[in-house]
């Protein structure tokens, strides 16, 4: 017995000491961190071999053990290492730890240790890598601390569809050069424009007259004004008049623009038709002449009458995964307004984030708004996408307050822009469904058990085991529970309280619906509950239709209409003995709107689109193909964005053909040629189909959008070949049934739009607003007989170069014709007015 005590009081002992153990006092901020993939095809599997080398820069010796390293990754990684000094665990979502083994050595002040593991997909960019590392000791696990640097290391893969400065040479030798002159001076391309003779000189003392229904458009347009002469308007010449008048029979947002020497004269049906006659006036005011303040604007006389050709015109921003400012929403929205865009989609809720403030449910923003380093999720979620272990900081933690966001909605309501707010259901809501945990829990404490069960989101006892296509495995709602309807009630009411107080109109709420995976719900109590009562429901599938149902009868007794992606009208069937998606026709009355990104091509759902607008559907198409401002620009190391789905230069919204993209498909998702067969058997648009495309929408999705100036390099210019496609008028080029015909016309009308974009709309852009941050693309660069060639996508740009390997700045040479050199230490960069460069092409 006395054994068995000193045995007990021992392991106590130990168990205690271990508990209390000090945590060391290395410090991690002198941890260095780089990664590098080190081989493509690893083993002969479409798996990358990876190297992550971790550099001891202080004066202490990091242990050997008792410490983790926590990051994110957006793909899976192998536990087991081969190096064998670690072994990676995958905790939920993208969040990994590093656990040294046995044979990892103290790391003395200066030494370096190497873990080599596999990842499940091969390197494309450096977006492949693992981001956020920082350090946990086992003794305080509740604390992160933040390591020193994290250096991404070049990788050269060899892979196919590899775009080189040669590729780029050849392409943009297609490009020819227009002289501005004879370019279409107001853009988006308008229905009918004529340029005449003279030009109207715009000056701060030009005159505003009105009917008086277009007033709100003039003060907006005299505060322009302001800023380009750097003073109030005097309003006092009689010779120079910009006259708003109203004009019947243009349609909603059409208008017709006369500059006459003397004169401008702007007319339109409606407020919309006379902010984008304004619109298209500023955009026919010199790129240069916003560089500093004007005294007198040369514009030249032209005679125009424009209409859009899509009703609705969207550009999508997820600020859920990375929050972005209000300042930058701001920003983003006046350039939407610039190139007539009308739509914003404000992705304001994911497994990551919850970014509005709504009064009745503090916790959204309280818990869902929060990303740091947490065992639990109980106060803040965990870190995801690279934020780190500290709470507070963007991009991985913010939101707007009520405040904000009535100021974002007025922002934009003055510019005609609508803004639709998504909240993400059922799946993507992890964020949701933690913050209504610490809801419960709170309430629960205070022995308020009816009220703290009111809003919950999960059953308390569903045991249902699911994995996302994230890795999350407890992001759903379960749309079985009464609660889930009182949460979403709520939640619309709230928003509704907001457009209302901010005077905005709010038509439309967006509730997600896509990319819930399988097995959720089988094993919940509130599913069985429901089953029992509702003979209908079958299986899990059938809830789908149950959830959007009411979620549609909630939206409807508000007056309001429901949109979703493209899952939200599909229903889960058998296709020769295969699952497959049909339209659903359950809620084809209704004519819900659904934004179809996945035409990905080789996945066989390329003609979704079209199924769901022939069968009723209203469909803004999202297409990945062509309108995914988050994927890489082509495939090249040093491009940023996911590839998933598609590569996506601006070519691609450019070339987009909205009632057939199946006839300009020419790459598949990696950029490689494709066999136009895949598209024999595939819906085409009917007649029908086409009344039922409301419109096209660029999507930014945030997992890679950290700053400011990553989210403008992703958004620009590709958005403008967005406004370009979903404001003019069907070109000809697109509906030439004679092939080579149509290239011709086409390679045509793609070179004046690069010139536009060079000449005009991108030195704007460089100044508009103190500048946006837009992708200057690498020259091309081609060697041949002993000379380097160089060109540029984009007319109108300046290309430097250098001899002795360093990158070109605004001090090195310019390039004006071939380069004769020796060795291969030539470096070429496009550079903008201001002088800020592109990537470097070698």
Same mark, same amino acid.
């Given at each position: 017995?006395?054994?068995?005590?000193?045995?007990?009081?021992?392991?106590?002992?130990?168990?205690?000491?271990?508990?209390?153990?000090?945590?060391?006092?290395?410090?991690?901020?002198?941890?260095?961190?780089?990664?590098?993939?080190?081989?493509?095809?690893?083993?002969?599997?479409?798996?990358?071999?990876?190297?992550?080398?971790?550099?001891?820069?202080?004066?202490?010796?990091?242990?050997?053990?008792?410490?983790?390293?926590?990051?994110?990754?957006?793909?899976? %990684?192998?536990?087991?290492?081969?190096?064998?000094?670690?072994?990676?665990?995958?905790?939920?979502?993208?969040?990994?730890?590093?656990?040294?083994?046995?044979?990892?050595?103290?790391?003395?002040?200066?030494?370096?240790?190497?873990?080599?593991?596999?990842?499940?997909?091969?390197?494309?960019?450096?977006?492949?890598?693992?981001?956020?590392?920082?350090?946990?000791?086992?003794?305080?696990?509740?604390?992160?601390?933040?390591?020193?640097?994290?250096?991404?290391?070049?990788?050269?893969? =060899?892979?196919?569809?590899?775009?080189?400065?040669?590729?780029?040479?050849?392409?943009?030798?297609?490009?020819?050069?227009?002289?501005?002159?004879?370019?279409?001076?107001?853009?988006?391309?308008?229905?009918?424009?004529?340029?005449?003779?003279?030009?109207?000189?715009?000056?701060?003392?030009? +005159?505003?007259?009105?009917?008086?229904?277009?007033?709100?458009?003039?003060?907006?347009?005299?505060?322009?004004?302001?800023?380009?002469?750097?003073?109030?308007?005097?309003?006092?010449?009689?010779?120079?008049?910009?006259?708003?008048?109203?004009?019947?029979?243009?349609?909603?947002?059409?208008?017709?623009?006369?500059?006459?020497?003397?004169?401008?004269?702007?007319?339109?049906?409606?407020?919309?038709?006379?902010?984008?006659?304004?619109?298209?006036?500023?955009?026919?005011?010199?790129?240069?002449?916003?560089?500093?303040? +004007?005294?007198?604007?040369?514009?030249?006389?032209?005679?125009?009458?424009?209409?859009?050709?899509?009703?609705?015109?969207?550009?999508?921003?997820?600020?859920?995964?990375?929050?972005?400012?209000?300042?930058?929403?701001?920003?983003?929205?006046?350039?939407?307004?610039?190139?007539?865009?009308?739509?914003?989609?404000?992705?304001?809720?994911?497994?990551?984030?919850?970014?509005? *403030?709504?009064?009745?449910?503090?916790?959204?923003?309280?818990?869902?708004?929060?990303?740091?380093?947490?065992?639990?999720?109980?106060?803040?979620?965990?870190?995801?996408?690279?934020?780190?272990?500290?709470?507070?900081?963007?991009?991985?933690?913010?939101?707007?307050?009520?405040?904000?966001?009535?100021?974002?909605?007025?922002?934009?309501?003055?510019?005609?822009?609508?803004?639709?707010?998504?909240?993400?259901?059922?799946?993507?809501?992890?964020?949701?469904?933690?913050?209504?945990?610490?809801?419960?829990?709170?309430?629960?404490?205070?022995?308020?058990?009816?009220?703290?069960?009111?809003?919950?989101?999960?059953?308390?006892?569903?045991?249902?085991?699911?994995?996302?296509?994230?890795?999350?495995?407890?992001?759903?709602?379960?749309?079985?529970?009464?609660?889930?309807?009182?949460?979403?009630?709520?939640?619309?009411?709230?928003?509704?309280?907001?457009?209302? *107080?901010?005077?905005?109109?709010?038509?439309?709420?967006?509730?997600?619906?896509?990319?819930?995976?399988?097995?959720?719900?089988?094993?919940?109590?509130?599913?069985?509950?429901?089953?029992?009562?509702?003979?209908?429901?079958?299986?899990?599938?059938?809830?789908?239709?149950?959830?959007?149902?009411?979620?549609? +009868?909630?939206?409807?007794?508000?007056?309001?209409?429901?949109?979703?992606?493209?899952?939200?009208?599909?229903?889960?069937?058998?296709?020769?003995?295969?699952?497959?998606?049909?339209?659903?026709?359950?809620?084809?009355?209704?004519?819900?709107?659904?934004?179809?990104?996945? =035409?990905?091509?080789?996945?066989?759902?390329?003609?979704?689109?079209?199924?769901?607008?022939?069968?009723?559907?209203?469909?803004?198409?999202?297409?990945?193909?062509?309108?995914?401002?988050?994927?890489?620009?082509?495939?090249?190391?040093?491009?940023?964005?996911?590839?998933?789905?598609?590569?996506?230069? %601006?070519?691609?919204?450019?070339?987009?053909?909205?009632?057939?993209?199946?006839?300009?498909?020419?790459?598949?998702?990696?950029?490689?040629?494709?066999?136009?067969?895949?598209?024999?058997?595939?819906?085409?648009?009917?007649?029908?189909?086409?009344?039922?495309?409301?419109?096209?929408?660029?999507?930014?999705?945030?997992?890679?959008?950290?700053?400011?100036?990553?989210?403008?390099?992703?958004?620009?210019?590709?958005?403008?070949?967005?406004? *370009?496609?979903?404001?003019?008028?069907?070109?000809?080029?697109?509906?030439?049934?004679?092939?080579?015909?149509?290239?011709?016309?086409?390679?045509?009308?793609?070179?004046?739009?690069?010139?536009?974009?060079?000449?005009?709309?991108?030195?704007?852009?460089?100044?508009? =607003?103190?500048?946006?941050?837009?992708?200057?693309?690498?020259?091309?660069?081609?060697?041949?007989?002993?000379?380097?060639?160089?060109?540029?996508?984009?007319?109108?740009?300046?290309?430097?170069?250098?001899?002795?390997?360093?990158?070109?700045?605004?001090?090195?040479?310019?390039?004006?014709?071939?380069?004769?050199?020796?060795?291969?230490?030539?470096?070429?960069?496009?550079?903008?007015?201001?002088?800020?460069?592109?990537?470097?092409?070698?």
């Amino acid at each position: 017995m006395r054994r068995l005590f000193v045995l007990i009081f021992a392991v106590a002992f130990c168990i205690k000491a271990t508990a209390q153990a000090p945590v060391p006092t290395f410090d991690a901020h002198k941890l260095n961190i780089s990664w590098q993939a080190v081989q493509n095809n690893y083993q002969n599997k479409a798996e990358s071999l990876n190297a992550l080398v971790i550099t001891n820069t202080g004066k202490t010796t990091l242990p050997a053990s008792g410490w983790k390293l926590h990051f994110n990754s957006a793909r899976g %990684i192998a536990s087991a290492t081969v190096s064998g000094n670690a072994v990676i665990t995958k905790l939920n979502g993208d969040l990994f730890t590093i656990t040294p083994t046995a044979t990892f050595t103290a790391l003395k002040p200066g030494a370096s240790a190497t873990i080599q593991f596999v990842s499940d997909e091969l390197v494309i960019n450096f977006t492949d890598a693992p981001e956020g590392i920082y350090l946990v000791w086992d003794a305080q696990p509740e604390k992160g601390y933040a390591t020193g640097d994290f250096t991404v290391l070049p990788f050269k893969p =060899n892979y196919p569809g590899l775009v080189t400065p040669a590729i780029i040479y050849n392409q943009n030798q297609k490009i020819q050069d227009v002289p501005e002159q004879q370019l279409t001076k107001i853009f988006p391309t308008p229905a009918s424009y004529k340029e005449t003779t003279g030009t109207f000189n715009l000056t701060a003392d030009v +005159q505003f007259t009105t009917d008086g229904k277009f007033s709100k458009e003039i003060l907006g347009f005299e505060a322009d004004l302001q800023t380009l002469f750097g003073k109030k308007l005097a309003s006092k010449s009689v010779a120079n008049i910009i006259s708003l008048k109203y004009k019947d029979g243009l349609g909603d947002e059409g208008y017709e623009l006369s500059v006459q020497p003397t004169a401008i004269i702007i007319s339109a049906t409606n407020a919309a038709g006379a902010f984008y006659g304004i619109q298209s006036l500023k955009t026919l005011i010199p790129a240069a002449a916003y560089a500093h303040a +004007q005294k007198i604007v040369e514009i030249p006389c032209v005679e125009v009458k424009d209409q859009p050709r899509f009703p609705y015109r969207a550009l999508l921003l997820d600020v859920a995964r990375n929050f972005q400012t209000k300042e930058q929403v701001l920003k983003l929205l006046d350039v939407m307004a610039l190139y007539k865009l009308n739509v914003f989609h404000f992705h304001l809720s994911d497994d990551e984030g919850w970014r509005i *403030e709504l009064p009745t449910l503090p916790e959204l923003t309280q818990i869902g708004s929060q990303r740091g380093h947490t065992l639990d999720s109980k106060i803040f979620l965990p870190a995801s996408h690279g934020s780190g272990p500290e709470t507070g900081r963007l991009a991985g933690s913010g939101f707007y307050t009520r405040a904000d966001y009535i100021e974002i909605l007025k922002y934009a309501t003055a510019r005609h822009i609508t803004v639709m707010p998504e909240i993400e259901t059922p799946g993507h809501a992890r964020a949701s469904i933690k913050a209504m945990d610490a809801r419960y829990r709170r309430l629960m404490a205070e022995g308020k058990q009816a009220e703290a069960v009111k809003y919950l989101l999960r059953d308390l006892n569903d045991k249902s085991e699911y994995n996302s296509v994230q890795y999350w495995n407890d992001n759903v709602i379960d749309v079985s529970l009464p609660s889930t309807y009182t949460f979403f009630e709520t939640v619309i009411n709230d928003i509704a309280g907001i457009y209302k *107080e901010a005077g905005a109109p709010l038509n439309t709420i967006h509730f997600g619906g896509d990319e819930v995976p399988a097995h959720v719900w089988e094993q919940s109590p509130a599913y069985l509950t429901l089953k029992a009562s509702h003979p209908e429901i079958s299986g899990t599938g059938d809830l789908w239709y149950y959830f959007y149902g009411r979620i549609n +009868q909630l939206l409807k007794d508000k007056g309001l209409t429901l949109a979703g992606w493209e899952e939200m009208g599909l229903r889960k069937t058998m296709l020769d003995g295969k699952a497959a998606y049909v339209p659903n026709p359950d809620f084809t009355p209704y004519h819900l709107q659904t934004e179809v990104w996945n =035409n990905s091509i080789g996945s066989g759902q390329e003609d979704l689109a079209y199924k769901l607008a022939n069968a009723g559907y209203k469909v803004v198409l999202s297409s990945v193909t062509n309108l995914y401002f988050d994927m890489a620009h082509y495939k090249s190391f040093d491009e940023p964005g996911y590839y998933w789905g598609a590569f996506v230069d %601006i070519d691609k919204p450019f070339s987009f053909i909205p009632y057939d993209y199946f006839k300009n498909t020419s790459v598949d998702r990696d950029g490689l040629p494709i066999n136009k067969s895949i598209f024999i058997g595939k819906q085409r648009l009917t007649d029908y189909g086409k009344t039922n495309i409301a419109g096209l929408q660029g999507c930014l999705w945030g997992e890679n959008i950290k700053t400011p100036e990553r989210m403008e390099y992703m958004i620009f210019p590709s958005v403008l070949g967005l406004a *370009e496609r979903a404001w003019a008028q069907d070109p000809q080029w697109a509906t030439e049934p004679d092939t080579t015909k149509s290239s011709a016309m086409y390679q045509q009308a793609w070179a004046n739009f690069l010139n536009v974009l060079g000449k005009r709309e991108l030195p704007r852009l460089t100044y508009l =607003n103190g500048g946006y941050s837009y992708r200057i693309p690498k020259p091309g660069v081609m060697m041949r007989g002993g000379e380097y060639k160089a060109n540029m996508q984009f007319p109108g740009f300046t290309i430097r170069y250098t001899t002795d390997g360093k990158d070109p700045d605004t001090k090195s040479k310019v390039y004006n014709d071939a380069v004769i050199v020796t060795g291969n230490n030539v470096k070429f960069r496009a550079f903008d007015n201001k002088g800020r460069g592109g990537n470097v092409s070698e």
